[in-house]
């Protein structure tokens, strides 16, 4: 969600800093700031309200030089966008604090702050954060220590940076339920929400662990918390000539991930497959005790991670044959739940920092859960490092807020735990291969698909003018429906809703007219005929079909666009019918002239409620 820099050095922080925000403006934000501590020891703010770019000018302008400083990029929660809302907020001029997160007691500490004569100049919970610390140095008279009773206070998810007039070459930081890094340099340290930052300064992190703090100048770092891993133990090193911010050729970074996903899938696979077998030992040493107790699954997750365990439910119930049940972890984590005896619980999260599935995932201690599994895009994410078992997507950084390459990496991977799951419940050797060999065959029916961009380019004029869209598919084609649907209000801002075709009569058939478009998901399957019914009821009453499908009985007539996609086996038919869903929201959203890779309102890691 939120960005967060920091840095300490013998050089001016400033353009480290405005660098470091322009590499997370694909996380969303609606404004930008940042907090110098200049060569009198003074700290100078600049804000500004918009993009990155918008502060940048600003200093330009108006210089601020200095070797410490703190910045961020905010997305809106307490307060509406506004320069005196953005980040970082001061405290008597004397501290500075940048905020990822929410403070639920803000109002109760904002009162007591104000009645010891505090004066609040935004409508944020991050300001309480900042004169909170300014009130706790000032009574103990240390830095470190004043933070640390500061946020014992705090209740909420957060991750803080702050500098001190009085603390010169210091920047102090912690995380509590949102991630923050550490960027080793020499004779430099930083900090971060997102290694991405910090790539242009260093390729040496340590990620923070849960509760802890972080005291970091040009020349050490000491880390407060219950990990004693030393520094040079905890530190990891990223390859720096892989760097997702290059387009390329593409316009757009969501084109550049959608293309990638041949080699996405294929990558996810590599390894963890033969010709004939999944190998289980890609889940982890302990996966095939784990999944021989496997009685059900549970799966947890948020938005398009949501959809792909909905169409892995299909999966495990008809190859595995063990029930399988799917929430939006915002639910789960808030009721009182039943849990079947030998239960996995399965996470699945592109960043692996999702506040809610996060929550979820610290709740289910019932004792029937046998394991957690997560499928997650980032190797130290918090839920790679609290789940039991993991199992990481491969398909590279994800720049795009809409997620694309994620979605059928995750996909492929629920599908080799089913498989994996399967045999422990009678899948024959001569099964498993026929499902295997359908899964390798992935990234090639992607690329055919792919090549149909030049035709959905076409069939996207059709939405340009419109405000509504219905997508239809039955049986594990429904979430690719609804998935249509997420990516195309996310990035076009048309309303859209994905239905299961059978019903369409119980409502969604009152809305259906010439203004407003019906995608419908239509591989060749059993339930084809069922819904080519479906179909007839909506060209009845002069909707505007687009059918994506591979029969030759749709054709191409008055009401009527075909998307003729490339015959696949039912197995693998949401993987690759994700693919025109995908394309079809980007036309859409350039025809529009919409911010195809920072839509409004959202962002990429959502890691508060």
């Not at 520094?231 to 293309?259: L, P």
């Not at 957690?372 to 807020?401: K, T």
Request: proline fraction near 4%; aromatic fraction near 6%.
């Amino acid at each position: 969600m939120c960005g967060i820099v920091g840095a300490v050095t013998r050089r001016n922080v400033a353009g480290i800093l405005l660098e470091g925000l322009q590499r997370l403006e694909y996380r969303g934000y609606d404004s930008a700031g940042m907090s110098i501590m200049d060569g009198t020891g003074a700290i100078q703010r600049l804000r500004r309200v918009g993009k990155v770019k918008e502060l940048a000018g600003a200093w330009q302008t108006s210089p601020v030089d200095g070797q410490t400083g703190i910045s961020h990029t905010r997305w809106a929660t307490h307060g509406k966008p506004s320069e005196k809302n953005a980040h970082p907020h001061h405290s008597s001029e004397d501290v500075a604090v940048v905020h990822n997160g929410i403070i639920e007691n803000h109002e109760a500490l904002r009162l007591s702050l104000v009645a010891a004569g505090y004066v609040f100049t935004s409508e944020t919970d991050t300001e309480v954060v900042a004169h909170l610390i300014h009130q706790e140095v000032a009574r103990c008279k240390d830095f470190r220590l004043g933070v640390s009773k500061a946020l014992a206070q705090l209740h909420g998810a957060y991750a803080v940076a702050v500098i001190h007039e009085a603390y010169p070459a210091t920047v102090i930081a912690a995380r509590v339920g949102s991630p923050l890094i550490v960027g080793l340099g020499i004779g430099e340290n930083f900090v971060a929400s997102d290694p991405q930052a910090l790539r242009p300064v260093t390729d040496r992190f340590i990620f923070l662990d849960e509760g802890e703090m972080v005291e970091v100048t040009p020349d050490s770092i000491v880390i407060h918390g219950k990990n004693k891993g030393t520094v040079e133990e905890r530190t990891v090193r990223i390859d720096t000539r892989i760097d997702a911010t290059d387009k390329g050729n593409h316009r757009h970074y969501m084109t550049k991930e959608i293309y990638e996903q041949p080699h996405t899938v294929a990558a996810t696979l590599e390894g963890r497959v033969t010709d004939t077998q999944v190998l289980e030992s890609a889940f982890g040493a302990r996966a095939g005790a784990v999944f021989a107790q496997t009685r059900a699954v549970q799966i947890v997750a948020c938005g398009s991670s949501y959809y792909t365990g909905l169409v892995a439910r299909y999966w495990f119930e008809e190859i595995a044959g063990i029930p399988c049940s799917v929430e939006v972890a915002s639910e789960y984590r808030y009721r009182k739940v039943a849990v079947q005896a030998g239960t996995l619980l399965v996470t699945i999260s592109q960043s692996g920092e999702t506040a809610d599935t996060l929550a979820a995932l610290r709740n289910a201690t019932h004792p029937n859960y046998v394991a957690s599994l997560c499928l997650c895009n980032v190797a130290d994410s918090s839920l790679v490092r609290e789940s039991d078992l993991s199992l990481l997507i491969h398909a590279g950084p994800e720049i795009c807020v809409a997620s694309t390459k994620a979605f059928t990496a995750q996909l492929a991977d629920l599908l080799l735990l089913v498989i994996a799951i399967a045999k422990h419940n009678g899948l024959s050797a001569e099964a498993e291969a026929t499902l295997v060999q359908a899964l390798n065959s992935v990234p090639m029916m992607i690329n055919q698909a792919l090549a149909l961009d030049d035709t959905i380019k076409v069939v996207a004029e059709q939405f340009v003018n419109k405000h509504h869209a219905l997508f239809l598919g039955r049986g594990p084609h429904y979430p690719i429906a609804l998935e249509g649907a997420l990516k195309l209000k996310e990035i076009s801002y048309i309303h859209a809703e994905g239905y299961p075709s059978g019903e369409l009569k119980h409502g969604p058939l009152a809305l259906v007219d010439a203004a407003m478009p019906v995608v419908a998901v239509a591989p060749t399957d059993e339930l084809l005929d069922k819904l080519k019914s479906n179909l007839q009821e909506v060209r009845a009453r002069g909707g505007q079909l687009i059918v994506f499908g591979d029969s030759a009985r749709f054709l191409d007539e008055e009401g009527t666009i075909v998307v003729h996609m490339p015959h696949c086996l039912p197995l693998i038919a949401p993987i690759v019918y994700a693919i025109p869903m995908q394309l079809l929201a980007y036309h859409v959203a350039v025809a529009k002239g919409t911010d195809v890779d920072q839509p409004r309102n959202l962002a990429k890691s959502v890691t508060v409620e």
